[in-house]
């Protein structure tokens, strides 16, 4: 079965690191996760988690497709505590269906609290592999869209690869029944876990997003280049749009669109933010419409 040999993959392809099985971590390590437990339950009940936000631009013209919602935590003395310090923690911890709710509702708040001039900006918002075995995902989400008014299309939802998704059935079913509600997904991180075709295969996903492992060196490595080409006619085929992370700099944001990637997310386009960057900040769109301003 699939999914079988996709968990057999990582236990023997990952042998440091071994987030799937909370028997298989070290006493330090879960000491430390137990520590985090307090702090984790305490930000999502005084709501010290924030989101910042992220643009994903049009290659063929430099507009902003929609902003990428990333989850942050505020800790002693003002400290920011980025998510791959307290998600995988939450993951095995029990607390990660907590903050996913979080990061929805507060995701579809900011939305509707937006001026009516922004009423066409969307939001991509993580979720983490188990958060579509709590049947009260797909109540939340259509709770809240009622609620607020917020159109349905604003938001996609994404999904990692490289997370452990537990029940492959069960998360196609969630994902078909929100898909229903007028949401779109993205298959996140692909390329970087081991069950790439197999999620692509199982999930009906609208984009998929290539892992910044392959896109950071893009412009001078050339396995990246036959690798992305492929993910890109791939995705195509399956009538699948594609973004890319980790888009850096204008070269790589260059050669992306030469090779017919979609849409691009990247410092070289703006950092994640605590507001939306006014579209006339993502300066590149200049530079995508005239490749001569490069030189
Ligand atoms: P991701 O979804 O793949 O998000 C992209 C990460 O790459 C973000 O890190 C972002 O800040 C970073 N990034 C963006 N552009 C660049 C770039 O040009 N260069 C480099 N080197 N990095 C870039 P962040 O915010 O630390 O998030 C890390 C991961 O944590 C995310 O990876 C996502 O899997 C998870 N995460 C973030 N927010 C949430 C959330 O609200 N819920 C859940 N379940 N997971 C989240
Ligand atoms: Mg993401
Ligand atoms: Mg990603
Ligand atoms: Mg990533």
Redesign the pocket.
């Known amino acids: 079965h699939g999914r079988q040999a996709c968990n057999l993959a990582k236990i023997n392809g990952r042998q440091k690191i071994k987030l799937y099985n909370q028997e298989d971590i070290s006493i330090k390590e879960r000491r430390r996760d137990i520590y985090w437990i307090p702090i984790i339950r305490k930000a999502v009940r005084d709501n010290d988690l924030f989101?910042?936000f992220?643009p994903v631009v049009q290659l063929n013209n430099g507009d902003v497709s929609h902003y990428?919602?990333?989850?942050?935590m505020r800790g002693e003395n003002d400290q920011i505590i980025?998510?791959?310090q307290f998600?995988p923690v939450a993951e095995r911890m029990g607390l990660?269906h907590a903050?996913?709710l979080w990061?929805v509702e507060n995701a579809i708040d900011f939305l509707a609290a937006l001026p009516s001039y922004l009423s066409r900006i969307s939001l991509a918002?993580?979720?983490?592999g188990s958060?579509f075995q709590y049947p009260d995902l797909l109540q939340v989400i259509r709770d809240k869209l009622e609620l607020t008014w917020v159109d349905a299309g604003r938001l996609t939802f994404?999904i990692?690869e490289?997370?452990a998704v537990d029940n492959f059935e069960r998360t196609r079913d969630m994902i078909i029944k929100i898909r229903e509600l007028g949401c779109k997904f993205a298959l996140?991180?692909f390329g970087a876990g081991f069950c790439s075709f197999n999620y692509l295969k199982t999930f009906p996903v609208d984009y998929v997003?290539i892992?910044?492992q392959f896109v950071?060196n893009l412009d001078h490595n050339e396995t990246d280049q036959i690798l992305v080409k492929s993910m890109v006619e791939i995705a195509g085929k399956l009538g699948k749009k594609t973004i890319a992370?980790?888009?850096?700099t204008p070269a790589i944001a260059l050669k992306l669109k030469e090779i017919g990637v979609n849409l691009g997310?990247?410092?070289?386009f703006g950092?994640?933010e605590r507001s939306l960057l006014d579209g006339q900040q993502v300066s590149l769109a200049i530079l995508l419409n005239s490749d001569k301003s490069l030189q």
């Open positions: 989101l910042v992220q990428e919602v990333l989850v942050r980025t998510p791959d998600i990660i903050i996913d990061v918002i993580n979720l983490s958060a994404e990692t490289t997370a996140d991180d997003k892992d910044g950071r992370e980790f888009v850096e997310q990247g410092y070289a950092k994640p």
